[in-house]
T-cell receptor, first 112, second 113 residues
Framework: TQLLEQSPQFLSIQEGENLTVYCNSSSVFSSLQWYRQEPGEGPVLLVTVVTGGEVKKLKRLTFQFGDARKDSSLHITAAQPGDTGLYLCAGPSGAGSYQLTFGKGTKLSVIP | DAGVIQSPRHEVTEMGQEVTLRCKPISGHNSLFWYRQTMMRGLELLIYFNNNVPIDDSGMPEDRFSAKMPNASFSTLKIQPSEPRDSAVYFC???????????FGQGTRLTVV
C-alpha cells in the first residue's frame, strides 16, 4: 500500500498569514489530488496534479507536485477564516491503481 | 444532480445490534468507495466497487463488516454485530472513472454504545 504522510497534523494561524502544508510519500504517484473537508461534510476536490513539477493556482491557493512525483505541497496566501478545514491529499493505489488512498490530513484553523 | 446520498446521517445503536448504512452514488459513476474516518486513523478505505463488483475489500476490518452493491444505484455497508470501536463517520464516494474526481456523500456518523 502506498502511504501518504501529511504535515503538520494541526495548524492554527492568524488571518492574513501565509502557510504551507505538505504531503509526502516514498512511492511515486501518477497523480495526486487535494481535498478540503469542512465539519459535518465529506471531502471536496480542490485540484488534481499530474505532471512532475506542475504548479496549479486556485485563487490564493498554490499547489505543487514534486519533480519526482513523490510529494506535493499546498501554499495558502493571506489565509482567511473561510479557509478553515481539513486538507487531505489523495492518490491512486492498489493493484491497477484503481483505488484512492488518503493521507490523514492537516487540520487548519484560521483565527479572525 | 443530487450528489452522493447517504442514509442515515446519524445512527446510535447498542453494542451487538446490526447496523446497515446506505449509499446512492451519482448516476453514471462506475466506481464506488466506502471509507471510515476517525481522528486516530483518518480516512480508511474499506472497500472499492467497480461496475458493481467488489474489487478490493482488504480494508474491511473483520468478518463483522460486509458490503454489497446489487445495482449501479445502490450500495450497503453492514456491521453485524456492532461494537463500540466501530464508532466513526462512514463515507461513501463515487466517481465516473479512474483518476477523476471522487464525490463524497455527507457521511453517516455511527455511535455504538
Amino acid at each position: 500500500t502506498q502511504l501518504l504522510e501529511q504535515s503538520p497534523q494541526f495548524l492554527s494561524i492568524q488571518e492574513g498569514e501565509n502557510l504551507t502544508v505538505y504531503c509526502n510519500s516514498s512511492s511515486v504517484f501518477s497523480s495526486l489530488q487535494w481535498y478540503r473537508q469542512e465539519p459535518g461534510e465529506g471531502p471536496v476536490l480542490l485540484v488534481t496534479v499530474v505532471t512532475g513539477g506542475e504548479v496549479k493556482k486556485l485563487k490564493r491557493l498554490t499547489f505543487q507536485f514534486g519533480d519526482a512525483r513523490k510529494d506535493s505541497s499546498l501554499h495558502i496566501t493571506a489565509a482567511q477564516p473561510g479557509d478553515t478545514g481539513l486538507y487531505l491529499c489523495a492518490g491512486p493505489s492498489g493493484a491497477g491503481s484503481y483505488q484512492l488512498t488518503f493521507g490523514k490530513g492537516t487540520k487548519l484553523s484560521v483565527i479572525p | 444532480d443530487a450528489g452522493v446520498i447517504q442514509s442515515p446521517r446519524h445512527e446510535v445503536t447498542e453494542m451487538g445490534q446490526e447496523v446497515t448504512l446506505r449509499c446512492k452514488p451519482i448516476s453514471g459513476h462506475n466506481s464506488l468507495f466506502w471509507y471510515r474516518q476517525t481522528m486516530m486513523r483518518g480516512l480508511e478505505l474499506l472497500i472499492y466497487f467497480n461496475n458493481n463488483v467488489p474489487i478490493d475489500d482488504s480494508g474491511m476490518p473483520e468478518d463483522r463488516f460486509s458490503a454489497k452493491m446489487p445495482n449501479a444505484s445502490f450500495s450497503t455497508l453492514k456491521i453485524q454485530p456492532s461494537e463500540p470501536r466501530d464508532s466513526a463517520v462512514y463515507f461513501c464516494a463515487s466517481r465516473r472513472q479512474e483518476n477523476t474526481e471522487a464525490f463524497f456523500g455527507q457521511g453517516t456518523r455511527l455511535t455504538v454504545v
